[in-house]
């Protein structure tokens, strides 16, 4: 199936990705190994051209790369075509049998771009992350220390991760006219209060802006998403689709530049949220949709 796309950088991916985090860590236990594949598959199958992890998307601190791997497997077995898939994995966080902590340094995170590497079974990656700031360290260096990998053809675009306006002009600054290629920011209708001027932002600049967990997360807000707004389910009962589509269809009326990627576990999840890609809201709808933010 053919989706409509929208420009992250130089390349063009689906309007929608596939945020494959939920396969390997959330609620409850991960998923299996057949269900992963064939979630990822469904995404595929539906026009999802963009499938987004990251190195700490695990079920514990030693299994770092799990989801990574998934996403191999998943590519590895797929019968389309694999040219057409862009894939985005992050780093920069660290995982232990003591816990959490961030590390930004340019040899952390080249160590971690190049785990990421062979857990994709790639030579470089189509968009890289840094995952979450260190605030043991300028800003600026974490950002250099990706210039440096892009300009050695691990990395083709570079993005940052759970960033703000500041953040994102240090970026621009140091990555120039056009270096910026993405900003991935947590934004839904139950957490927009910090991110909304992001996105504004990154139209403003020419950066495409990433919405995680854009249907409200996995601890519930992405299932009950219609029962906490009722505007939503309204719009949605009228169309007769589901309150997820609508979610996703009005994100995607935010600005041409946003491009969502909400998590999944099973097939029929991400089958159902990749159709909101053609679905069309009317001025009215969108008027409704916008007072969640206003």
């Not at 609620?27 to 595929?44: C, M, Q, V």
Request: proline share 5%; glycine share 10%; aromatic share 6%.
């Amino acid at each position: 199936m053919t989706a409509p796309t929208r420009r992250i950088g130089s390349l063009s991916v689906s309007a929608l990705g596939l945020g494959a985090m939920p396969l390997s860590m959330g609620r409850g236990e991960p998923a299996p190994a057949d269900r992963a594949t064939a979630t990822i598959h469904a995404a595929l199958d539906a026009g999802v051209t963009l499938l987004d992890t990251a190195d700490i998307y695990a079920p514990s601190w030693d299994t770092m790369g799990h989801n990574e791997e998934l996403v191999a497997e998943a590519l590895r077995s797929w019968g389309g075509d694999r040219s057409s898939v862009t894939l985005a994995t992050k780093g920069g966080i660290t995982r232990s049998a003591e816990g959490g902590g961030r590390d930004g340094s340019a040899s952390y995170l080249r160590s971690a771009l190049e785990k990421s590497l062979a857990a994709l079974e790639i030579d470089s990656v189509d968009l890289y992350y840094w995952h979450r700031p260190d605030r043991s360290i300028r800003y600026a260096e974490g950002v250099e220390a990706l210039a440096a990998l892009k300009e050695e053809g691990l990395i083709r675009e570079i993005g940052i991760s759970n960033a703000n306006v500041e953040e994102i002009d240090v970026a621009l600054e140091v990555l120039g006219d056009g270096g910026l290629a993405a900003v991935q920011n947590e934004f839904s209708p139950t957490f927009f209060h910090t991110s909304r001027r992001e996105l504004e932002h990154c139209g403003e600049h020419g950066i495409a802006f990433v919405p995680w967990s854009p249907l409200g997360g996995t601890g519930g807000g992405a299932s009950a998403v219609g029962e906490r707004f009722p505007q939503i389910q309204r719009i949605a009962e009228s169309h007769g689709v589901s309150p997820q589509q609508v979610v996703l269809a009005w994100e995607l009326s935010l600005g041409e530049h946003v491009v969502p990627i909400p998590g999944a576990s099973r097939p029929e999840s991400i089958s159902d949220s990749a159709r909101a890609m053609t679905l069309e809201l009317s001025v009215e709808d969108l008027e409704q949709l916008n007072q969640i933010i206003a």
